[in-house]
């Protein structure tokens, strides 16, 4: 049994590193990718993952194959495709850590993932499958990705949904919406940051836009990451704002993928069906979350930022959540 499968893009992040002797400026290879992030969390903290996606076969796929065997997420499911090459991504950062990326996917591994490449045992024995908007950007990717969450949700596999937009992977805002849509029907976990929900519902209040995903899809638990203002979240009658933790942030890629990889956790380890947790027990599941998205801004790249779980312990200990 796995407690979490994951399906998506895994690719290569050139995060910046600083300026050459020639005034150049350096990037460092991390790896990528935010269901592989996801997973990457977990894993750190003991939970047995399964990553389901396609990389290039060249020097890069088979690092990030390296990547994920060491920190224990599972790559049964990991295909390398002999015609794409692994995806790349160039981070660039602002003075305060926030990113913007230039993408090189045309196209890329992660797009060509097909629906023959996948082991539906893998998804059957998983207690969270979760996806994001990125793998259905392109055919085939997109159908072998709806086909895969449509196959969990009949198996009653607990779904995970980031909607993750990436405006560059589109051809413009409104296919993206379309196409991130069709993945909230099956959401039983909403992520989204305050961008995306706008997008999704064209309601700039952001509790009015929550109500109205969760009345029109039947959503059980929405989200809403805040950058470091915190989250937002509903879960029933139950609404409440969770402020972050202040830290230096570095590198914010991947702190909402460890967010979530946090809050997935909080939940497999409750061992409760997720209609049974109450709203004032995500409260302190989503502090916990807070807690690993602010630690993973202070350092650069996802998975090489995730702390393990001694380390999130003592920071919520030693910091006072303002």
Known sequence: MYDAVALGELLIDFTPAGISSNECSLFEQNPGGA????????????????FIGKVGRDQFGYFLKDVLENIQVGTRNLVFDDEANTTLAFVHLDDNGDRKF?????????????????????????KVFHFGSVSMTHEPARSTTLK??????????????????????WKNADEAKQYMEKGLAYADILKVSEEELQLLTDITDIEQAVRYLEIKYNIPLIVVTLGDKGSYFKKSDYEAYVPSYKVKAVDTTGAGDGFLGGLLYQILTSEKNI???????????????NAIG?????KRGAIPAIPALKEIEEFIDNNINE
């Open 102 to 126: 230039s993408f090189y996917r045309n196209p890329g591994a992660d797009m060509m993932l097909r629906e023959e490449d996948i082991d539906f045992n893998i998804i059957d024995n998983a």
């Open 294 to 298: 602010a630690l993973m801004t202070t």
């Open 148 to 169: 895969a969450v449509e196959y969990a949700k009949a198996k009653k596999v607990l779904v995970s949904y980031d909607p993750n937009y990436r405006p560059l992977l």
């Open 275 to 289: 209609h049974d947790i109450q709203g004032i027990e995500f409260k302190k599941m989503i502090g916990f979350a």
């Open 35 to 50: 269901p592989a992030n996801v997973l990457g969390v977990l894993a750190k903290l003991n939970m047995k993952t399964e």
